[in-house]
């Protein structure tokens, strides 16, 4: 039977999430992360995606994008995939697959998630242990938003310039967001809708998505639903942490 589609839209953010195979390392020395930010950045360019933010870990990517048009996204994953590592295996001398299966990836309603996910993100490395700042992990694109170092590869979405009238104004305001840690319940819903590679967003932003598909874009309920504060029209209290991604 064939795997439906993932769900893209124009214009709508996605939140990918690709890890290496079993887990394992996709990178392998700096030049490894350096090369595979040019093909990003290439393969983007080339299928019309704008790319927000993104985090190099180890074992796995994180990435937030917009397409110009449906399926633009897949074809940037399948560019960028296929190039780093044919590039790969013949400079680690290495044969077979890197990357585990199909990437994971959800909508983004950006009204009202697009900066805590973009938050998410760049909070990676510091969930992970790795850093205690996240200006301190060179491979993300915190240093464009919060430290000032101008990132080619990077398109500041909408949100963002709105949160200042002027570009030093709205890097202060994004800095003073990673003052606080990420609510827990806003972490499980990301993680949720990334792993079943559905949307996150309102009752209203998922009704319309749907009606654009012609599919559900909803995660799958698990659990009895509990009082607390709505996300992804789920009470928070029933979104459950289904593997850790960082």
Not at 45 to 57: E, I, P, T
Not at 59 to 80: C, F, I, K, W, Y
Request: charged share 20%; with cysteine.
């Amino acid at each position: 039977m064939a795997r439906p589609s993932r769900p893209e839209l124009p214009g709508v953010p996605q939140h990918i999430i690709q890890r290496g195979n079993d887990r394992k390392g996709c990178f392998f020395g700096e030049a490894d992360r350096r090369f595979y930010l040019r093909c990003l950045a290439e393969a983007a360019s080339r299928r019309g995606c704008a790319v927000h933010a993104y985090v190099l870990m180890g074992n796995h990517v994180h990435l937030l994008v917009t397409p110009s048009e449906r399926g633009a996204v897949s074809l940037m994953m399948q560019d960028l995939g296929r190039r780093y590592v044919r590039v790969v295996n013949t400079v680690h001398g290495r044969t077979g697959t890197l990357w585990e299966g199909r990437y994971k990836s959800s909508l983004i309603d950006s009204e009202r998630y697009l900066i805590a996910c973009h938050r998410y993100i760049e909070l990676n490395p510091v969930r992970a242990g790795i850093v205690t700042d996240p200006g301190a992990y060179p491979w993300s694109s915190h240093g464009h938003y919060c430290l000032g170092r101008r990132n080619p590869i990077i398109t500041e979405h909408a949100q963002f310039a709105a949160l200042g009238n002027s570009h030093t104004e709205r890097l202060h305001a994004f800095r003073a967001l990673f003052a606080e840690p990420l609510d827990a319940a806003m972490v499980n819903a990301i993680r949720r809708a990334a792993n079943s590679d559905s949307a996150l967003g309102s009752e209203a932003f998922l009704a319309r998505a749907e009606a654009m598909l012609g599919r559900s874009v909803r995660p799958p309920v698990r659990g009895r639903p509990g009082k607390d504060k709505e996300l992804n029209g789920q009470p928070a209290t029933s979104l459950p942490v289904s593997g850790k991604l960082f």
